[in-house]
């Protein structure tokens, strides 16, 4: 494995290479190179890519064509099947356990949720996904690179589905030994028990999502084991391809908004590259418009972005804003705590990624309560597949949106449903069958008072008369 003391930064030779976020470093590491920020100033790094050196294609219509080569692996990925707009890899080193086979629903019941007039709205089901969230997309092109690399160890603090995710891969492929770090508390049983039957090594801290993700760091430096947090690079290179993935769905015409849940930010900014480059590559003449959209208990980007003004400012942003807002945080003691446990997160690590990428998209930021979250989902569920709690806040966001006139009647919009409806089944059960005036006491301490949605199960004496009343009188 290259080690992470070399800080030597590489010459502009190669068509693939690492760059520091900061324009004014700009240090380029080979793309070989294992670290997860740049030697130099420390900030966040990106895959660059020098696309008139590489084969790109001319038309996104043209991808399209991959699908009839499914037979191979390569073509067969969701992912893989955009190799030609994720080259850091040679073809045949990818590794894919037939990730990214996701579909783009049109959702006609949510839409009359949402306010949106019926066709208008799509859901892009990433919990269809082989470990059951969008996290796969990214962890193929991260374990790629693992590999690439000679990993034989690969770590990641997770809120859930980033380790099982990981530990799906390892197990699959047997390539490697996965290592996550969990907060105590916060894990839902359906992503805890993935991480438990893969085999991966469970470090559970006595602490929350934001230690464990600081501890994580600190151990893999020293250990020298792979890091796949989404502060590694390679995995957002996989996330653009939820965008390749939508655009196809839609023929590739670009849609109004794009909608998606914001925990580390790590979505947002996949999305927001891979327009900037489809964009770049001249292969779309416009870019949809973003809506990140936070929990209210884990509001971070939301409180930077509308109440202090932090913006992309063309490549330098005041990032100082957000350290004093993380010394507040502090100060007050103030954990994050939201019922959306994939989005329980205060420090976003690609904060300044997901600033890049509401710049590109001309984006806005929304929060959204537990309720609202919890009553989208019952939405979400009630008009098919389902989601878990995180993911509805891209359905609950863009009824926000809707309400307050940002998003049009007629507008296109795409939510995506980050996570798999069984990941989070207590989070389910709890909202259907709690009755009203206990709701304050399993849910409360998160401001849900009321299940608006709860589709509630009938107790009825073991007898068939009593049942068939039952029933005759509630269907
Ligand atoms: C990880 C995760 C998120 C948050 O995505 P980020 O890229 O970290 O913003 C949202 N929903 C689900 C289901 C997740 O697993
Ligand atoms: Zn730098």
Redesign the pocket.
Known sequence: MTTIAESRPVALKEAVYQRCLNIDCGATYGVSEVRVKCGVCGDLLDVAYDWSRLPTPKRLVDLEGMWSKRHEPLRFSGVWRFHELLPFAPANRVITVGEGQTLLQQADFVSRYVGLRPGQLYLQYEGMNPSG???DNGMCAAFTHAHMVGAKRAACAS?G??SASLAMYCAVTQLMKAIIFIGTGKISYGKLSQALEYGALTVQIAGDFDDAMARVQEISKELGIYLVN?VNPFRLEGQKTVMFRVLEALRWEVPDWIVV????????SAFGKAFMELKELGLISRVPRLAVINAAGADTLDVLFNQRNLRWNRGRPRMETACWYYDELDRNKTKADTIAS??EINRPVNLKKCLRALDVCDGVVRKVSDQEILDAKAQVGAGGIGC?P??AASVAGAKLLRQQGVIGYEDRVVCIL??HQLKDPTATVAYHTTDQDKFEEVLGSRGVTRASYANRAIAVPNNVEAIIKAIQLYS
């Open positions: 969230s969008f996290k809120t589905n980033t989404s849940p914001g925990g580390n930010l790590g979505n947002s994939a989005i878990e995180a993911s980050t996570g």
